[in-house]
């Protein structure tokens, strides 16, 4: 009994999470509404984790990092201590709906410059330590777009990823709404 209470609901949740998405929705079944674009801002920082050691504690790495801007690898000073670092973006994936208005605010933490891009994007822009970079642009077809920093290649790499606009029927809503035991 206490499993099919649970099971009436979660119908119920869903019933009225579809109707929060369909609401427009005529009697037609044929009938849909889809979720507008909306704009998304999104906060974003321009890092670099560093990490430091000793050769008494870990020896010191005997490969070289990939070569660029991107990873730093500092020989042990005369105290034997060691330091590794790279830059990223955080976040370094975004998810937003096709044709949503994206506004970027990015702040430089670590490094000087960051050049950068964003694959169909956003042709250029820089970002500086101490300040803030605000972008804003319109999310293409769905798909996956990367956006780098040319200074900081190749680590200091993210993923944009547009994503198709939902659309729910208003036949989806009717189902839903009878096997929660209401009628749509």
């Not at 649970?6 to 849909?32: H, K, M, N, Q, R």
Request: net charge negative; hydrophobic share 40%.
């Amino acid at each position: 009994m206490f499993i099919r209470s649970i099971a009436a609901v979660t119908l119920t949740a869903v019933a009225a999470l579809v109707l929060a998405v369909a609401t427009g929705c005529g009697s037609d079944s044929e009938t849909s509404a889809s979720i507008e674009p909306t704009t998304r801002t999104i906060y974003m920082e321009a890092v670099e984790p560093k990490g430091t050691t000793s050769v008494d504690k870990e020896p010191f790495p005997a490969e070289a990092l990939p070569e660029g801007g991107g990873y730093a690898l500092d020989e042990p000073d005369d105290k034997g201590n060691w330091v590794v670092e790279t830059y990223t973006w955080a976040p370094d994936e975004i998810v937003v709906f096709e044709g949503d208005t994206v506004n970027l605010e990015i702040i430089g933490i670590n490094g000087a410059s960051h050049e950068a891009s964003i694959e169909g994007h956003v042709d250029s822009f820089v970002v500086e330590r101490g300040k803030l970079t605000s972008l804003s642009f319109v999310a293409g077809a769905p798909g996956v777009y990367k956006y780098i920093c040319t200074t900081h290649s190749p680590a200091m790499t993210g993923e944009l990823h547009p994503t198709p606009g939902m659309s729910v029927t208003h036949a989806t809503f009717s189902v839903v709404l009878q096997r929660s035991g209401r009628s749509g």
